[in-house]
């Protein structure tokens, strides 16, 4: 695997005409390729940009002391690389993979080309692998599968980087390499991330990736083509990654930023025409391979902001249209409380749902329809006094559902109590119940049930079906937690 031979003489050489921030106008070198470093001396190096009639363009790596007008450049015959190795793990590298965590360096392996092809049509398999997110909302109706590209949209401050740091420590003891790659974002928010990880015991686990705002554009526009080469070493080893991409928005800004300044025509929301295919070179690399080449997979979360809740934006459409599957946080709904804030309405996944358990796929059947039912009863019943029965009910369901689904922030849900309150709502157990006893009930359920049925918890994980004999038990369980919430 890797990019074409490059044929090309290792003596060819150039001469820098200009000098524009990071962008260095080269003349000579003509028979270099896109994607390919230069050599600037004093170690200096450059990836080649694009090309006009006379000149090459090459973006500089690192900063440009010791980049001169006139001076000579040489083209190298390789690709542009970064070292990997397993030993990655737990540690903290820039755009270029370098380490940024004053632990010294880690042990390399050999060099992998950053802009590597996808896997091929004939390495992969079909997505049919469960991700457990331990989101509820998520696992129950948008599920995610190892190999997907799920999106995380919403506007700023709507619990997007929560969610997916969440996916990374409910990872814990589940045999996956997480990398969480920050673009563009500020020094304290990636701080803040990696000072959850190592709390939780998730570093243990996961890689840090990073170009903040204060990278340059250059690195910005990089760094997730740099997470997704290190996901690709372990994937194509059989194991199992997750790459949360925080955030994609960023990362369109840095490439305009950079098009910009090589003086290409800006385009729609004057972001180059290009952008759509950079982006979707970089999530076509997620995927699950088949046995024959490991049977490894690599998710890639990818979050990106909207304004005001706009999905029809340029950036916002183009990634919704590479990816598998969105799940939508709304300010709205933040607002009002809810927490997670996602819209089911707008949220979907598309592969997710083959790899969903069973007995979650049979206990979340009626969630969605349940959902909009009660929104749209809610709507009428501001508007006209007495409800009939019936409307009591949707949304005596509906206000259970939303109770249920309710979850703060760092604690994901074990698939049995998952199963254990999408049961319990599924059969009409909890719509009585008022605020205080369905945020008591959901507390307790887990414990309560290991408590008084000694063995369930094991069964649903293992079995992952819905019996009539489980059926029967998860019943009586949660009835003698209902008593118990009750008195
Ligand atoms: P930004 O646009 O700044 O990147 P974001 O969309 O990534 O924001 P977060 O930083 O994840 O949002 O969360 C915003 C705030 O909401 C944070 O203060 C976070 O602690 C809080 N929050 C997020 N999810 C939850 C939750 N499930 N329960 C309680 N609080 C939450
Ligand atoms: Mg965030």
Redesign the pocket.
């Known amino acids: 695997m890797g990019m074409a031979p490059f044929k090309i003489k290792l003596s060819e050489t150039g001469t820098i005409k200009d000098i524009k921030k990071m962008i260095v106008r080269i003349t000579g070198l003509p028979s270099c390729l896109n994607g390919q470093l230069v050599d600037f001396g004093g170690g200096n190096r450059g990836i080649i940009m694009g090309f006009d009639e006379e000149d090459v363009l090459a973006l500089l790596l690192g900063d440009d002391t010791g980049v001169r007008l006139g001076q000579t450049v040489s083209g190298t015959s390789e690709p542009f690389t970064i070292p990997v190795g397993e030993s990655l793990v737990g540690r903290m590298v820039d755009a270029l993979g370098n380490p940024c965590d004053n632990r010294g360096e880690f042990v390399v392996e050999f060099n992998r080309p950053v802009f590597a092809p996808s896997p091929t049509i004939i390495e992969r398999a079909p997505v049919n692998q469960f991700l457990y997110t331990g989101s509820k909302v998520i696992d129950a109706l948008i599920p995610v599968g190892k190999g997907q590209r799920q999106l995380l949209m ?1 506007d ?8 997916a740091v969440d996916a990374i420590l409910n990872q814990k003891g589940r045999d996956m390499i997480c990398i969480y790659c920050c673009i563009g ?1 500020a020094v304290v ?1 990636l701080q803040k991330v990696v000072g959850v990880l190592a709390e939780r015991g998730a570093l243990a686990y996961s890689i840090v990736v990073a170009a903040t705002d204060s990278a340059s554009a250059g690195e910005q526009y990089i760094v997730p083509f740099t997470a997704a080469t290190i996901g690709e070493l372990f994937m194509r080893r059989g194991r199992n990654v997750l790459v949360v991409f ?2 994609l928005t960023k990362h369109a800004w840095a490439y305009r930023q950079l098009s910009l300044l090589l003086e290409r025509p800006p385009g729609r929301e004057a972001y180059p025409g290009d952008i759509f295919y950079v982006q979707t070179q970089l999530m076509e690399r997620a995927g699950k391979m088949n046995a024959k080449h490991g049977g490894g997979s690599m998710t890639f979360l990818g ?1 990106a ?1 909207t304004l005001q809740g706009d999905l029809t934006g340029y950036i916002p459409s183009n990634l919704i249209s590479i990816c598998d599957g969105l799940v939508s ?1 709304s300010a709205t709904l933040f607002g009002e409380g809810m ?2 804030a996602i819209d089911f309405n707008l949220s979907l996944s598309i592969v997710g749902g083959r790899a969903q358990p069973p007995i979650l796929r049979q206990l979340s059947g009626t969630l969605r329809r349940d959902y909009m039912h009660y929104t749209e009863v809610l709507r009428l019943s501001k508007l006209q006094s007495g409800l009939s029965k019936e409307a009591e009910g949707v949304l005596k369901r509906g206000r259970a559902l939303l109770g249920v689904l309710q ?3 760092s604690s994901p849900a074990s698939l049995a109590e998952e199963v254990l309150l999408l049961y319990a709502l599924r059969e009409g157990l909890l719509d009585d119940l008022d605020a205080v006893q369905l945020g008591r009930f959901t507390h307790e359920i887990i414990i309560s049930a290991k408590r008084s049925d000694v063995g369930l918890i094991e069964e649903v994980e293992a079995k992952s079906e819905l019996t009539p004999q489980i059926e029967e038990r998860l019943a009586a369980a949660i009835r003698l937690c209902l008593g118990e919430a009750a008195a």
């Open positions: 919403g700023r401050m709507t619990g997007k980087t929560s969610i974002k928010n925080d955030d979050i902001d946080l927490r997670p979850q703060a922030q």
